[in-house]
């Protein structure tokens, strides 16, 4: 298993061997602490679980610093876990870094797109807007008819409408590593990754079968 997590420090760009230009969003990555190690027999499936983020002790509640007490952790903001058929390769106490990637290697991002508050049909689902002519006055950006009259006579579940838009769990897959540094604790993947500057990104490695 190839898996780490970071911040998303901001997006820039690189040239390659032959001199083309790539866009690269830099990632802040580990080092992270093994804090667990979930096994089948015992959980019900096979994982690790990172730490990352240095924070003050008082800050995290009882059961968290009893948690990284255990594993012999220092104080982490953020806990996560990477499912893996490979989990007992890992011991508590293990320390991650950027190192487990080199340039061109593919991986999976994922992290919290922002959120963009209320916001109507043709922002939120790509509608098309209404004619501007025949008296319209202010339908433009309206959604148009959103159920049947009589029969049904209601709106049916999951029809596209205005509402809340961003703040989920978005995955980009397949980026390719442009850029490893260990000394640095940076990684610069080709690409967009959600999220904003600063937001909590995982990246974990895309090889066939893993997770």
């Known amino acids: ?33 093994v804090t667990h190690v979930r096994s089948a027999a015992r959980d019900g499936y096979a994982a690790v679980q990172l730490g990352f983020g240095a924070v003050r002790t008082e800050r995290l509640g009882r059961a968290r610093r009893g948690h990284l007490a255990a594993s012999g ?37 994922t992290g919290r ?6 916001a109507g049909t043709v922002k939120r689902h790509h509608f098309n807007r209404q004619r501007k002519s025949h008296g319209q006055s202010d339908r433009e950006r309206a959604p148009g008819a959103v159920g049947a009259g009589t029969t049904p006579g209601r709106t049916f579940k999951n029809k596209r409408m205005a509402g809340r838009m961003g703040d989920e769990r978005v995955t980009v897959r397949n980026l390719v590593v442009v850029v ?3 000394a640095r604790h940076l990684l610069a993947v080709r690409g967009a990754v959600p999220g904003s500057t600063g937001g909590l990104v995982l990246v974990r490695g895309a090889e066939k079968g893993g997770k």
Not at 87 to 104: E, I, M
């Open 1 to 33: 298993m190839k898996g780490i997590l970071g911040y998303k420090r901001g997006m820039t760009r690189v040239f390659d061997d032959h001199g083309i230009v790539v866009p690269v969003t830099v990632i802040e990555a580990g080092p992270c602490t």
């Open 73 to 109: 952790a220092p104080p982490l903001r953020h806990l996560r876990e990477f499912r893996t058929a490979a989990a007992s390769d890992f011991a508590v106490g293990q320390t991650l870094d950027v190192s487990q990637f080199v340039p061109g290697d593919r991986v999976h991002v």
């Open 113 to 118: 797109s922002r959120g963009l508050g209320t």
């Open 180 to 182: 490893a540094d260990p």
